[in-house]
């Protein structure tokens, strides 16, 4: 935890959210190195010096107990509860917990059972080597809160200042989405990334069915490939004896290109309330606007970096341009930065212009 981009940062990091905690906030700080220990009990946000000085007192060594870190923590942030206030556990971590609670079923359902009592979870990753991304940000999912990776300053003031309150304020909790094609309409259609994500179809409207939340100020895009009914661009084969779904010949849907429904919970509701419109194709244009064709190129750097199997041949030149194209109001210059990303991968990629640079 010593290298700069880990502890180092984490305290970068930090730093930067002190000046935003007020007097009515309250924070305690707790390490887990070896085993877990108290380094400022629940102190009121305005004390920036005692609580700038803890940080100072921070020092890498010894192993990681995360379990035990994390169940100090929370006791911490049930002795300075406020009720109706934001309570949560922000918990940085720059690996694998190697020692103490290990097994990750046993660490998921500690934190599952603290998020009854109101204190959400949030992970900050930091480092590289032997980070585990997919257990912080499974931690931060059943959790209730969120997950960040912070390789920068830069990337720590977004999270901490810039998103802070999204980052520590849940306005809805356990979202779930549910999209329904028209087969009428839709011959194939698949949802890009969201892998770990996915629901059972019978789980959407079970409220014990824990999900994902959203903060105050940050949006959700899922992006669906879909290929029209009667294209010649279908990607699978038809079945032998027909699909068992068959359109209903319902003149009052054939417009509807898909149903979406939405169900979330209220902060300290256990019940989800449904949201549900249909998707027309009247509503549709020819030409996207920014933001969707901006994601899109990010979604197609995203499968390059995994090898590129569903691209069907769009190029880095093209992938670039598009998102180079769509950049649009960048006042924080973080667009401008995943071209340069882009254009990195595809100097990696060598030679080879086609999509995926996997050896």
Known sequence: MGEPDKLPLVKQALRQLVPQLRAQDRVSM???????????????????GEILAALDRLDAGGSTNGGEGIALAYAMAKQAFIQGGANRVILATDGDFNVGTVDQNALETLVADQRKSGIALTTLGFGTGNYNDELSERLADVGDGNHAYIDSVREARKVLVQQMGGTLLTIARDVKIQVEFNPA?????????????????????????????????????????ITPAGSSATRVAPLRYG????????????????HLRLRYKLPGQDASKLIETPILASQFTR????????????????????????????????????????????????????IQLMDAARQQAGADERVGIRR
Do not use: C
């Open 30 to 48: 707790v390490v887990y190195a070896g085993s877990a220990g108290l380094v400022l009990p629940p102190t009121p946000g305005d004390r920036h």
């Open 185 to 225: 309409q839709v011959a194939e259609y698949r949802l890009i990334g969201y892998e770990n994500r996915i629901l059972q179809r019978e789980d959407f409207a079970n409220d014990k069915v824990d999900a994902g939340d959203i903060g105050a100020g940050h949006q959700v895009t899922a992006l669906y490939e």
């Open 243 to 258: 699909d068992a779904k068959v359109a209903r010949p319902d003149l009052a849907v054939g417009n509807e290109l898909a």
């Open 287 to 338: 030409t996207p606007g920014e933001s969707l064709r901006f994601a899109s190129a990010v979604a197609g750097f995203a499968d390059a970096l995994r090898g590129g199997e569903r691209m069907d041949g769009w190029g880095w030149d093209a992938m670039i341009s598009a998102a180079r194209n769509a950049r649009g109001d960048d006042p924080r210059g973080e667009r401008a930065e995943l």
